[in-house]
């Protein structure tokens, strides 16, 4: 079936550093994949649709500036958070439609600002 | 508003229990999909429908669109501590429109 492999699944960064978290597809083409956070004991939060060769589709309230996404090929998405700060730990999750009708998430990436 | 809405948010049962989660919605779904998703792990689907009235079977889980497509429900016979998850639904109101997820229920199997 189709797989999304998600980078790194942990990471520690300090206050005002960036970090790029990677989304790819291995055996599929997505042109579109999407990025949700998620806080602990909480459901998705959907924060921008990512489209290969364009633009990002940010959702309301998300900041375009700290969250950067670049889909620059069929089978990679990448979000960076820019200038980090503890509250943006959290768990972010990627996803992308399989072609089949579903979505098939990444395992997703603990962020920790310390 | 929430395009989607769960209930319960949240439960916890004892090993061996039936329960029943519900995913409502005032909109017209032409599919709708559930979810269920493991600490620390992204959700992974379990089950598409897409008729009025379908009832599906996945092993101990039943799934059934309502017959207005407009809710669905998940119910699980025998409950085990595996079960224990997050348990997302999400819809599409037309077909081929990227789908909107609810907020969940958190589902808690204790042995």
């Known amino acids: 079936g189709a797989v999304v492999s998600q980078h790194p699944s942990r990471v520690i960064c300090k206050s005002g550093t960036s970090v790029k978290i990677e989304c790819r597809s291995l055996?599929?083409?997505?042109?579109?994949m999407f990025w949700y956070r998620q806080f602990p004991k909480q459901s998705l939060m959907l924060m921008a649709t990512s489209n290969e060769g364009s633009k990002a589709t940010y959702e309301q309230g998300v900041e375009k500036d700290k969250f950067l996404i670049n889909h620059a090929s069929l089978t990679l998405s990448t979000l960076t958070v820019t200038s980090a700060h503890p509250e943006d730990s959290s768990f972010y999750i990627c996803?992308?439609?399989?072609?089949?009708?579903?979505?098939?998430f990444g395992s997703g990436t603990r962020l920790t600002v310390v | 508003t929430q395009l989607l809405e769960q209930s319960p948010q949240f439960l916890s049962i004892q090993e061996g229990e039936n329960l029943t989660v519900y995913c409502n919605s005032s909109?017209?779904?032409?599919?709708l999909q559930w979810y269920r998703q493991e600490p620390g792990e992204g959700p992974v689907l379990l089950v598409t429908?897409?008729?009025?009235?379908e009832v599906k079977k996945l092993k101990r889980l039943t799934f059934q669109f309502g017959d207005a497509r407009k809710d669905s429900s998940l119910h699980i016979t025998a409950a085990q501590p595996g079960d224990t998850g997050l348990y997302l639904c999400?819809?599409?109101?037309?077909?081929?429109?990227?789908?909107?997820f609810g907020p969940g229920t958190r589902l808690s199997v204790l042995p």
């Open positions: 909109s017209v779904f032409s599919s």
């Open positions: 999400a819809g599409a109101v037309f077909y081929g429109q990227n789908f909107v």
């Open positions: 996803s992308a439609r399989d072609g089949v009708g579903g979505y098939t």
């Open positions: 055996d599929f083409q997505a042109t579109t």
């Open positions: 429908v897409v008729t009025g009235g």
